[in-house]
Every structure is written in C-alpha cells, then in structure tokens.
C-alpha cells in the first residue's frame, strides 16, 4: 500500500485481443474496494475508481508488496489474493469451483475474480442483498454472456470446432487488442492503451449490466405471464402473446419451457411493434442459432403488402422476411390469423407426409 490506497498488480502488457482479460480483472478488482451508488454514473464511467491502485509489473519483490496481485506471479491463491491462470497446474473452471454452475470454459484471472467477487461486485453495484435473486440470476446471466467469452479468447479455446463460415472482428476482445501501438510506431508504450482498455471493458461492463438489470431481468415476468395464458390465445397452445413488444423474450422462453415442463415446445410470437403494428415470430431453434422452430410458409416469403394479404388469404399483412423467421400484420387479429395458417399448413403438411 501507498498512502494507505490498495495496490493491485498486473502485468505489463495490453496486449492482442486477450488484454481484455487485462481490462476487465483490473477494472472488478478495483471495484471491489470503491462503494458505489446504486445508480450508473453518466458516461463516460469512471475506470477504475480512484481508490485503488493498478500497479503494472513482473518485479517479484513489488508484487509481494500488493494487496491483490492478478495475471501474474505464477500462483493461484485467493486466500492471498493471488489469482494467476498461467501456471501448468492450473485447470480451474466456473464449474469446478462452484459445482452448482455448468459452466466448464477455463478461467482467465478476470474469471477468477469474478468466480469470487462478482455477487459482492454485482450488489455493490446494484445496491441490493448480495444473496438477493437480482443478484443471483445476473452474476448467472453476465458471466454467461460477457466474462466466459473473455475467459475462452484469453485461453485459446475455439468458440465451435471447424473453420468458422466469417470472420468476427469487431467483437471487445478485437477492439481492445486494436488498441495497442501498431507494430511500427515509433512509441511502443502500452500504458495509454491499458488505461484505455480499462474505460472501454469497464465501460462495456456497467453498461451490459445495466442492460441484463434493467431490460432483461424485468422481461421474465412478462414471458411467464404469456406463457401461463398461452391457450387464451390460441386453442394449440404452441402461440404467445406478448402484449409489450421488443422485449428480450428469446432466453427467457428457453428457460420457462425447460422450468415449467411444457409438453409441446413454443413455435409462434405475436407481440406489437414500435409503431403499432404487429408481428409474428417464429420461436428459434436454439438461443445461439438463427434457424427458426417453425418459419412462416415459405410461398409468403419476401412477398408485401396487398400482394401478400391476397396470397396469404389474410387482410392487413405488411412483410414476411426471406428467411421466414418474422412477418408483420397492421392488426393484432391479422397476425394471429398469419400463424393460425402457419400452424395449419404444417398440420396439413404433415398429414400427407403420414
């Protein structure tokens, strides 16, 4: 400690798209120690907060002197807060250290503090009970989608086995690798890159969570409710409804049918749109997957307007997309008529394939 302000050690390196496990390590680690209200400041947010230290260094003797020393060292040890990844013997998962959860990717020193810190990050943050259920269902939902993709670029691991169909080069990872000196600036100094790497995860961070606590937790409650009256809408019980559209209904539709048991899975979406009219969505086959569970017939796809009220035998239809994943109607009564046909040509389908 310097002047009684907590040190925390990294290494020296910004470095290629892994330095976001730099960034993001660095950034909860610091915020572990800074009592933040309830409310996000305005952007830009304050990376890291200015009650912790971050001391960039390999010099051993340095390090002995750091309360929390993270990337480097050589040593897994969070009784001294000592959370390297580096070393041979470290296999360490989200998984293997909390059997309860199912994730296996190996961790990277920003997963391990997370692993350790994230519900008390998360309540810090939120304000709330560290063992609440906002807090559990979001340290869930943020190292899911935001610190394991952080910890399998950090360790190498491919996202799917093959060569993948297109590059993806604008993800945080790639953006924080861009921002070190290019290989012939005459200025090799990284420190102005990790200062900046710093804002921009930490950054990221508050602003996804903001978004999962904010947008994506409350939409639960809508899912369920739809589900549960699911045969008012229709007599399949295969259609929701949901009254409130551009929700992010997708994940929670997942999790329900798995929760509540359902005997048939979900194949169809109505819900408003922005300007007042109404869409029809096929349900996908998956959360990571654009294949739909039961696109909208394929005669109606890329056909609008008039044209495709006369085809489809239903008034008011606006679009259905290419790829028949969504279709539009200007009342409610037109789309839920766009998936009663939907359901009925694949009725009908399927009798003459019996």
């Known amino acids: 400690r310097r002047d009684g302000t907590p040190q925390i050690s990294t290494g020296k390196r910004c470095a290629s798209p892994r330095g976001c496990n730099r960034g993001l390590r660095s950034h909860l680690v610091a915020t572990l120690g800074s009592p933040l209200p309830p409310e996000f400041p305005p952007e830009p947010h304050p990376v890291p907060p200015q009650d912790a230290e971050v001391v960039r260094t390999r010099d051993p003797e340095l390090l002995a002197e750091c309360d929390v020393v993270v990337d480097v060292g050589g040593e897994y040890d969070p009784e001294r807060h000592r959370y390297d990844h580096h070393q041979r013997s470290f296999a360490q998962s989200m998984h293997s250290l909390q059997p309860s959860k199912p994730w296996t990717t190996k961790l990277s020193s920003a997963g391990l503090v997370y692993c350790h810190f994230g519900t008390q990050i998360l309540a810090n943050l939120l304000g709330q009970p560290e063992d609440g259920p906002a807090v559990t269902a979001l340290y869930d939902k943020l190292y899911e989608n935001f610190v394991e993709e952080i910890d399998a670029v950090d360790n190498g691991v491919a996202q799917a086995d093959g060569e993948p169909r297109y590059a993806l080069t604008t993800h945080l990872s790639a953006r924080v690798g861009r ?66 559209g551009g929700c992010p209904w997708k994940e929670h539709l997942f999790g329900l049918e798995k929760e509540l048991a359902l005997p048939e899975p979900l194949l169809l979406v109505l819900f408003p749109d922005r300007g007042g009219q109404w869409r029809v969505q096929s349900v996908p086959a998956g959360p990571h997957t654009f294949e739909s569970r039961l696109p909208l017939p394929e005669p109606w796809r890329g056909i609008r307007d008039e044209a495709l009220s006369q085809l489809a035998g239903v008034p008011g239809c606006v679009f259905v997309h290419a790829s028949g994943f969504i279709g539009g109607n200007r009342t409610r009564d037109g789309a839920l008529e766009m998936a009663r046909r939907t359901l009925a040509l694949r009725r009908g389908a399927g009798e003459q394939s019996g």
């Open 179 to 244: 921002l070190n000196p290019r290989w012939n600036d005459p200025d090799q100094d990284t420190e102005a890159g990790f200062r900046r790497a710093l804002e921009l995860v930490g950054g990221e961070f508050l602003d996804r969570l903001d978004y999962y606590h904010r947008a994506w937790l409350p939409t639960r409650a809508l899912v369920e409710e739809a589900v549960r009256r699911r045969f008012e809408v229709d007599a399949s019980g295969v259609v929701l409804e949901l009254p409130r």
